[in-house]
Structures are given as structure tokens and as C-alpha cells.
């Protein structure tokens, strides 16, 4: 069951995105948070010393979802100075070790395999790691203080704003028959490109890195598509099975009940310039009513 728990995070320079240190009551372990930009500056810290699990992240093949490594060493600091020169992805490293020297090579090549094999279960990223590891052999009573630790580390991670190793939570939508809510904006409108629409909208049933106003998450019952330039209509529409996080950004991923319908087009019309740069939000009614944008909003 899930239990309260306390972090405390102390910043040494007084600016919180170049270092932080962080700690957990009743925990052996620390965590430390270093930016790229301040790698150089605190890379001789004592803690770089030890044997430890590190976590790269950045931003590389998409701005929608990150790129990471996990690593691990008897003393991060030699690896994470390679990746500084090698990996240019990464925007910041996460590294935790033991405050007690409790940790050895066993037990840190295990949560690089756990981390690993959580990180391509929850879909949530880019996985920079060439290599998948087997899990490797521990005792007993090993795996579980081992595991016990990993468990610790991941209590602390989407506290410091990474998800990539927690599968996504599907949010199922509301139920139209027995709402009570009336002219409830139940309908999104994407903008999407011709590629991305045919490929993702059309043949995925699905649509992702969308950035859904957190009070209108269970409202969304429906999923429009407007094709952008040169086409400039609102043309399909699908029914929302659930919505779940997408990526470590605070974006989500639209999953349909089935194929998406075609639409008798709404034209662009006189609505303003850049009217659908961005998501909006109608009703179904308005939508399968409209001539025009101006219509829906």
C-alpha cells in the first residue's frame, strides 16, 4: 500500500537548476540533480566519487517525448564525464548513490537493469541504451534490499519531474449517457499536418503530445481533426476511449474508441489568422453543426 513519505531537496548554490541535493527520510540513499550546464563546475563533488546509478535526460529526436541513458559505476564522475563529450543529448543527470557506501557493482548493474526494463515497459521516451541488459544475479536477501532501494529512487523521481519509468495511467472519459452536464465542451480540435494526420489520426487511432487543460481532462468525449494548410477544414472526428500522460512533459495521448469519421467539412471561413494554431474546445453539437471555425467557438 501506498504510505506518506518526506523528500527534502537543499540547493548549495541557491540556484535550483544548476545542483540539487536530494534526500528522504528514513532512507540510506541520496540523490543528486545536476544540470549539464553546471556538470563542469560540480563534477568533483565526493558524491561523483562513489558507486552509484546515474539517469541522463534531454530532449533529441522530439520535442514530445525525452531521450535518456542509465548508467551506472563504481564511481560516476569518469562515466558522466565521457557523456559529456560523447552524449550531447542530455540536459540534465541524476545520480544516487548510498550515503553509507552500502551499494556495490551487483546491486547498482541491477537497477540499471530494472531502470532499463521499466523505461521501455512505460513507452514514456527515447531509450539512448545500445544495449539491453539480462537481469543480473543477486541472492535473496540481495534482490530484495537491492529492490528496496529501486522502490526509494522511484518514490523520488516524479518529484523531481520525470515519469519516463511509471507506465501511464489511462483517464477514462466521462459517459455521455448518464452525465448530467449540459453544453459541456466535450470536444477537442487538433491541428495536424497531412503526415501526421494520415499516419497517427487515421491510421493509429490515436493522436499524442496534445496539451489538454488539466480541468478538462474527463470532460473530453470527442477528438476532432483540422487538416492544416493547404486543406484548412475540420474534416474527421472520433470518439475518445481514454486519455493517458504522454512523454515527461505534461502532455497526453488521445486513444479512440475506433476509426474516426468523416465529416462534413468545416471551412476556415472568416475566423481570424492563427484561429487554429493551437488545441481548442467546442461541443459535439456545435461541431457536427458548423459551416465555419466561427461556428465551433
Not at 66 to 81: A, L
Not at 189 to 205: C, M, R, T, Y
Not at 225 to 234: D, R
Not at 242 to 249: A, H, L, N, Q, R
Request: proline share 4%; glycine share 8%.
Amino acid at each position: 500500500m501506498s504510505k506518506p513519505y518526506t523528500i527534502r531537496l537543499f540547493v548549495p548554490s541557491g540556484n535550483p537548476s544548476s545542483l540539487k541535493i536530494i534526500d528522504k527520510m528514513n532512507w540510506t540513499g541520496k540523490g543528486i540533480e545536476v544540470s549539464r550546464d553546471a556538470w563542469t563546475t560540480y563534477r568533483n563533488r565526493k558524491e561523483f566519487l562513489q558507486t552509484g546509478i546515474y539517469i541522463l535526460i534531454g530532449y533529441e529526436q522530439s520535442d514530445d517525448i525525452p531521450t535518456v541513458y542509465v548508467g551506472q559505476g563504481d564511481g560516476v564522475k569518469s562515466r558522466i564525464e565521457s557523456h559529456y563529450s560523447k552524449k550531447p543529448f542530455w540536459d540534465k543527470a541524476i545520480v544516487f548513490i548510498s550515503s553509507n557506501d552500502g551499494l556495490n557493482r551487483g546491486h547498482i548493474t541491477w537497477i540499471e537493469w530494472a531502470l532499463i526494463s521499466k523505461a521501455i515497459a512505460a513507452g514514456r521516451c527515447v531509450l539512448d541504451n545500445s544495449v539491453v541488459p539480462s537481469e543480473p544475479a543477486l541472492t535473496e536477501s540481495e534482490k530484495s534490499d537491492t529492490r528496496e532501494f529501486l522502490n526509494e529512487l522511484l518514490s523520488i523521481l516524479p518529484l523531481i519531474h520525470v515519469q519516463v519509468f511509471n507506465k501511464p495511467e489511462k483517464i477514462d472519459v466521462y459517459d455521455k449517457e448518464s452525465s448530467l452536464h449540459f453544453n459541456i465542451q466535450d470536444t477537442i480540435i487538433v491541428p495536424a499536418q497531412d503526415e501526421g494526420f494520415q499516419k497517427v489520426f487515421l491510421g493509429e487511432n490515436c493522436w499524442y503530445a496534445v496539451r489538454i487543460s488539466g480541468g478538462k481532462l474527463k470532460d473530453i468525449k470527442y477528438i476532432a481533426a483540422y487538416q492544416t494548410a493547404p486543406v484548412s477544414e475540420v474534416t474527421h472526428v472520433a470518439e475518445v476511449e481514454s486519455i493517458e500522460p504522454y512523454g515527461d512533459g505534461g502532455k497526453y495521448k488521445i486513444n479512440f474508441k475506433g476509426s474516426a469519421q468523416v465529416l462534413k467539412p468545416i471551412v476556415y471561413g472568416s475566423a481570424k489568422t492563427g484561429a487554429m494554431q493551437s488545441t481548442r474546445y467546442t461541443t459535439y453539437e456545435k461541431l457536427v453543426n458548423a459551416n465555419e471555425l466561427n461556428d465551433l467557438f
